[in-house]
Structure formats: structure tokens, C-alpha cells
């Protein structure tokens, strides 16, 4: 796994927490220090670190000292099934596994890959493929490898979403104004993720409603960018307004200050937002492409917007600032959808069997796995 945090390390942290520790005993290796390193650390896992090296532009010496402290700490640990979390360790732990006749498992969270699809390419190599969603399952083209893919949607748990939670705490950290509206969006802050998009719509509703806040959440994968986004919001005479709140691991209590939660990304397979936000029962607007039309129902739990279109955003983010019931209801209907479909429990219990059915485990029989 990598070591920033993001909505990937979130699902894995949730499956670590969850599993069936009767059976499954979790060892992890990542690439260097970091957030999520220090969750790892607060649920008592200390990891083992390897570096992994870009694979388009290889370096012989750089891969085979990857491949071997793998199958070095595989050996070490008695690593019975390997669970690659990110597509840059997808083919070493892959290499690794085969040396030491490990099963592998691929855990597939994106979508584009550009021309150069590693992962497409290899698949041919790991004995199971989770993939987030079915737009991710649609990215692997070769129909011979359908027989071992599992489409695993992502889950939370409702015990860490209370909708009766106003976010009190957060509006007094940001000097947020009672009256203030919020808005707001949470995601790794990267170039994909269309918060280009998001600033301009809120320029437009700044032009409609003058008692608004805007909160971005997240962590920046690449500062430069995360600049250029203060300055941009600074250009657009937004900047008073708005507030970066860089990482965060209070995300219910966040999400319960906002009235409108927005994922304004271009492409997303599977966003982690889009389920806490259902959970804390608050309406979505969101972009039509990836995985989210899985999970948003236009018009029932929220609306989808085409990527990119910051005036559509906007009117729809206005539509429900201005009709509260209707903000409600596209609420409520969130709730019970992720209580309905896409609870922590179920994604536990699916991973679990991809795991039981390669380890030839019978759950209810077989006694500890001592690891």
C-alpha cells in the first residue's frame, strides 16, 4: 500500500479493522512514512517498508531489490495471501506472490490508466481481481480473467455517522457564521478531482446567495497544485470565503456542518464521499462519469452533473439551498440507501470470502491462522 492517505487507505484501514482476527492476522508494507503509517501504528500494526518503483520507465536494479525484500518479508511473516491495495505494487506483489506460491489478490480503485495500463496488461497474474465498481470491471478488457474479478462496493459504518450531528464544533473552528450556508467537498486534492470546477461554481453562488462558506477537505498529493487552487480561489475574489482544511480524520463531524456536499470530480470510481455523506443524510450533487451514477440516484439521493460544468453545478447546488425540503428528502433517501446497500458489514463480508475461497477456508471449521 502507499503511505498517503486517501479514500483507498480509508476502505483498507476499515476492512483492517474488521476482519476476522480468529482467522486472519494482517501484516502490511508500504513505501515511506506518513498518515496513514500512523493509523497502522494506532491500531498496534507496525509495517515493513519497500519502495516501489515506477515500472514505465524501469530500473533493473530498483525492481529486483523490490521484488526480493517482498519475498524476503513474505517469508519473514508467513504471509499466506498477499492483498495489493495500489496499482504501483500490483505487479511486484504479484512477481513476489508467484516466487513464493502466494495467492494475490488486487484490490482495483481507478479508472483511467492512460495508454500504458499495467494493470490490464498483467492481469493475467493475480488470482482474483476486487475491483470498487462496475466501472472499474468494464477497464479489463480480456474475458478470460471475468471468471476471477468481484465487484466490491465500498461500505461505511453507520455507527460513525450520526445525521443529528450539526457540526457545531466545525463552524466555530472556521468561524463559520450560524446563518452561513456550507458547501462543501472532500477528496485527495489532486488535478482530477475538479476543483477547478467547484471554485468557479461557487463564484456563481456567491453572485446568488451572499451567506454561503465553502469547505475543501482533503489532502494535497501534489502541493503545487494545492497553490495554484489558493491562488485561484484568491483570482476569483473567493478566497474569504473558502476555506482548505488539508487532512482531516474528523470527516462526520465535517460532513455534518455541510448543507450540500459536492463531489465535482472529472473521473472517480468509487468515491468514499459519496457513502459518508448518505450516511450523515445530506443531499449530493455530483459528476455523472465513473463509478458515481452506481451510487447516486439522480433525483432521488441527489443530481448528477456533467464533469467540468461549473454553471450546471452551481444552478444545482442552488436548486437545493433554496428548497430545504427537497435538500431533505434527497437526504433521507441517502440513508436508507447506504443502510440498504452499502454498509461496512457487507464489504467486510464479501472481501472476507475472495479470502476463504482462495485460502480454502471454511470459516465456521477452521480454527486460527497463527501469523
Not at 482467522?23 to 500512523?38: R, V
Not at 506483489?93 to 502466494?102: F, Q, W
Not at 460513525?160 to 457540526?167: A, L, V, W
Not at 441517502?334 to 440498504?340: L, S, T
Request: charge should be neutral.
Amino acid at each position: 500500500n502507499e503511505s498517503i492517505m486517501g479514500g483507498a487507505e480509508i476502505s483498507l484501514l476499515n476492512l483492517v479493522k474488521r476482519l476476522n482476527r480468529e482467522l486472519f492476522t494482517p501484516h502490511f508494507a508500504c513505501s515511506k512514512e506518513g498518515p496513514f503509517i500512523d493509523e497502522l501504528r494506532n491500531i498496534e500494526i507496525p509495517p515493513d517498508f519497500v519502495q516501489f518503483p515506477g515500472i514505465r520507465r524501469p530500473n533493473p536494479v530498483r525492481i529486483y531489490n523490490t521484488i526480493r525484500n517482498l519475498k524476503n518479508i513474505i517469508k519473514k511473516r508467513q504471509i499466506d495471501l498477499i492483498h495489493s491495495n495500489q496499482p504501483r505494487s500490483n505487479l511486484f506483489g504479484a512477481i513476489a506472490a508467484k516466487i513464493n506460491s502466494v495467492p494475490i489478490v488486487w484490490h482495483e480503485r481507478c479508472l483511467e490508466r492512460g495508454r500504458f495500463d499495467s494493470d490490464n496488461i498483467f492481469s493475467f497474474l493475480p488470482d482474483r481481481i476486487i475491483c470498487n465498481s462496475g466501472a472499474v470491471k468494464n477497464r479489463f478488457t480480456k474475458e478470460k480473467i471475468d471468471a476471477k474479478i468481484r465487484t466490491i462496493i465500498n461500505g461505511v459504518d453507520l455507527s460513525e455517522f450520526d445525521p443529528e450531528s450539526n457540526g457545531s464544533v466545525i463552524r466555530k473552528e472556521f468561524n463559520i457564521d450560524k446563518d452561513e450556508l456550507v458547501i462543501g467537498t472532500v477528496g485527495r486534492i489532486d488535478s482530477e478531482k475538479g476543483y477547478e470546477c467547484f471554485l468557479e461554481s461557487a463564484r456563481i453562488i456567491l453572485q446568488d446567495i451572499e451567506k454561503v462558506h465553502f469547505l475543501v477537505v482533503g489532502e494535497a498529493s501534489n502541493p503545487s497544485f494545492e497553490k495554484s487552487l489558493y491562488k485561484m480561489s484568491e483570482e476569483k475574489g473567493i478566497d474569504k470565503k473558502t476555506t482548505f482544511t488539508g487532512y482531516r480524520r474528523d470527516i462526520p463531524q465535517l460532513i455534518g456542518s455541510m448543507d450540500v456536499v459536492v463531489l465535482p470530480s472529472e473521473i472517480d470510481a468509487c468515491s468514499r464521499v459519496l457513502f459518508e455523506s448518505m450516511a450523515m443524510q445530506k443531499p449530493l450533487v455530483a459528476t455523472n462519469a465513473g463509478g458515481t451514477p452506481e451510487i447516486v440516484q439522480d433525483g432521488i439521493t441527489g443530481m448528477l452533473v456533467k464533469p467540468r460544468d461549473s454553471s450546471e453545478m452551481a444552478k444545482c447546488i442552488l436548486k437545493l439551498l433554496h428548497n430545504k425540503s427537497l435538500s431533505e428528502q434527497y437526504g433521507k433517501a441517502g440513508r436508507k440507501r447506504v443502510e440498504d446497500m452499502f454498509t461496512i458489514e457487507r464489504n467486510i463480508k464479501e472481501t472476507e470470502s475472495v479470502y476463504y475461497d482462495l485460502l480454502g477456508i471454511n470459516p465456521k471449521k477452521d480454527s486460527l491462522v497463527n501469523r
